[in-house]
């Protein structure tokens, strides 16, 4: 598959911590802007799963956990859908293995009846929400919502339904600029083993 490379320069940022790709059900097929920035950024990983049709949160969450243990350093993580309640959790669980976390256009937890295993507080790390205003799979309102449990940053993108494949948004430029927004962010943690350098522009 060609890759068009999107008008945007990759900072310094985004080298310090290696990314881990969570997609939500089904996969992220080749057009979804998950496997277009897999072949994009450095130094990056992908959660690998024996069925990807069946929403089993423990599943998800150990197939996390085993990219987690491959890597010597925290990771970004980048999630969609029904990945990011996952990650979500393991964040809340193993914060020491996570610098940051992208939560993109998160599937309803109600529609799969695990809202009472997903974390109910701030999570422990940075964490930026990007949901949209006419996703079937999360009303509006409780994207909003989950954004405000977490402690995350929340963006509202209109009318681009569920952030996916079929929303033809290509390699993403604007979530590019998200994820570097959100590792800038990243700080030292009392209970992490790295650190920003602060000189990197």
């Not at 802007?33 to 072949?39: G, V």
């Amino acid at each position: 598959m060609s890759l068009e490379k999107p008008n945007i320069k990759l900072s310094h940022w985004l080298d310090l911590y290696p990314s881990l790709i969570v997609p939500g059900l089904r996969n992220s097929d080749q057009h979804h802007w998950q496997s277009l920035w897999q072949s994009y950024l450095p130094n990056n990983k992908r959660v690998e799963l024996d069925n990807w049709d069946q929403p089993d949160l423990a599943k998800w969450k150990a197939g996390i956990r085993q990219q987690l243990d491959k890597l010597n350093q925290p990771a970004v993580i980048i999630a969609h859908s029904f990945g990011t309640l996952a990650s979500a959790s393991i964040a809340a669980e193993f914060p020491e293995k996570i610098a940051a976390l992208l939560l993109v256009a998160p599937a309803d937890p109600d529609k799969f009846s695990i809202r009472h295993l997903l974390p109910q507080s701030r999570l422990p790390v940075p964490t930026k929400l990007i949901a949209s205003s006419n996703d079937p799979w999360l009303s509006e309102t409780k994207a909003a919502y989950l954004a405000l449990q977490w402690g995350a940053d929340f963006l509202r993108l209109k009318d681009v339904v569920h952030i996916n494949s079929e929303s033809n948004l290509g390699i993403w430029p604007e979530g590019l600029r998200e994820l570097q927004s959100l590792v800038r962010k990243t700080k030292r943690h009392p209970h992490k083993n790295f650190l920003i350098d602060k000189s990197v522009a």
